[in-house]
Nanobody
Framework: QVQLVESGGGVVQPGGSLRLSCVLSGSAFASYAMGWHRQAPGNQRELVATIFNDGTTNYVDSVKGRFSISRDNSKNTLYLQMNSLKPEDTAFYYC?????????????WGQGTQVIVSS
């Protein structure tokens, strides 16, 4: 059974930082592209960042230069380092393991971790 478990969310002031983690179990990790998505109240879910199995990364324009996605294949763990956080970054953040044949398309989702950016 494939399972993704996120952690690291919380409440932070604008300008602050958080590091999200996501542990994958029940599946190989290194072979797959992984992603972070987010959904704010009243908004559609959006893709934040993707890291492919070769280490290539993509980001949505709104987080470029502030967020960094990385992976540790030895620990089956995906990370999202979030710096210079803004109130508009407030959302539930979900990690995904993507399809091997369609590496930009999620196949499995975690349960989410909440990030609140507020003074």
């Amino acid at each position: 059974q494939v399972q993704l478990v996120e952690s690291g969310g919380g409440v932070v002031q604008p300008g602050g930082s958080l590091r999200l983690s996501c542990v994958l179990s029940g599946s190989a990790f290194a072979s797959y592209a992984m992603g972070w998505h987010r959904q704010a109240p009243g908004n559609q879910r959006e893709l934040v960042a993707t890291i492919f199995n070769d280490g290539t990364t993509n980001y949505v324009d709104s987080v470029k230069g502030r967020f960094s996605i990385s992976r540790d294949n030895s620990k089956n763990t995906l990370y999202l380092q979030m710096n210079s956080l803004k109130p508009e970054d407030t959302a539930f953040y979900y990690c995904t393991r993507n399809w091997v044949s369609q590496p930009t398309t999620p196949r499995y989702w975690g349960q989410g971790t909440q990030v609140i950016v507020s003074s």
